[in-house]
């Protein structure tokens, strides 16, 4: 199949399982590249904000001089996904993070929000937005989202009712990590919303 060269994205490539990400997007047949510097931005439609470690991640963004002008560009509608770190690293300032956030998204989230006993687990969740097959999401350390505000549309939910996806216009937040399953829906999905953005 020929490369989708309608749009391209970049994936923040500072810290954390970006590579993994690059994968995806590569088996979307996307152009996909890795950004570690602010004039990296330039002609792309759309970056994947991974996970990692948000305290690290924060850090390297301000020291690359990376979180100004990516502040801008989501304000300006730029479409951006953050991912388990990356949803932290959209949300508006939280105190433990140490370096600022992007402070882009309406959600206030919880860091470590399983606690130490549940590092890690997998469930299937209903997503509606990306059809009725459950989705595999895989939690590492993850957050959860504790309050969302207006203007944001909470995706899915745990049984309990933990919101844990969510999205704003052109951003989308994932308490879990896409990008280690099989299951490329959601980066699919972004992908949607990247391509109504450029077509604005
Ligand atoms: N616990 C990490 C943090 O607070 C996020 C973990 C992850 O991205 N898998 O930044």
Do not use: W
Not at 29 to 36: G, N, W
């Amino acid at each position: 199949m020929p490369k989708d060269n309608a749009v391209k994205i970049g994936v923040l490539a500072l810290q954390g399982a970006f590579e993994e990400h690059l994968a995806c997007l590569n088996r979307l047949k996307v152009e996909a590249s890795e950004v570690r510097l602010p004039e990296e931005f330039d002609g792309l439609n759309g970056l994947v904000i991974p996970g990692g470690e948000s305290t690290t991640m924060a850090r390297l963004m301000r020291d690359y001089g990376l979180t100004a002008p990516l502040r801008k560009l989501i304000r300006n509608g730029f479409p951006v996904m953050g991912t388990c770190a990356g949803m932290i690293v959209l949300s508006h300032k939280i105190a433990d993070v140490g370096a600022p956030t992007l402070d882009a998204m309406n959600i206030k989230v919880h860091r470590n929000g399983f606690g130490r006993q549940i590092d890690s687990f997998e469930t299937d969740l209903s997503i509606p937005v990306i059809g009725k097959k459950p989705y595999p999401a895989v939690f590492i350390r993850a957050p959860f989202i504790e309050h969302v505000g207006d203007g944001v549309e909470v995706l899915a939910r745990l049984s309990d009712g933990t919101a844990v996806a969510a999205r704003q216009g052109n951003m989308l937040a994932l308490s879990f990590h896409p990008e280690l399953t099989d299951d490329l829906r959601l980066h699919a999905y972004f992908l949607d919303m990247v391509r109504n953005s450029v077509k604005r």
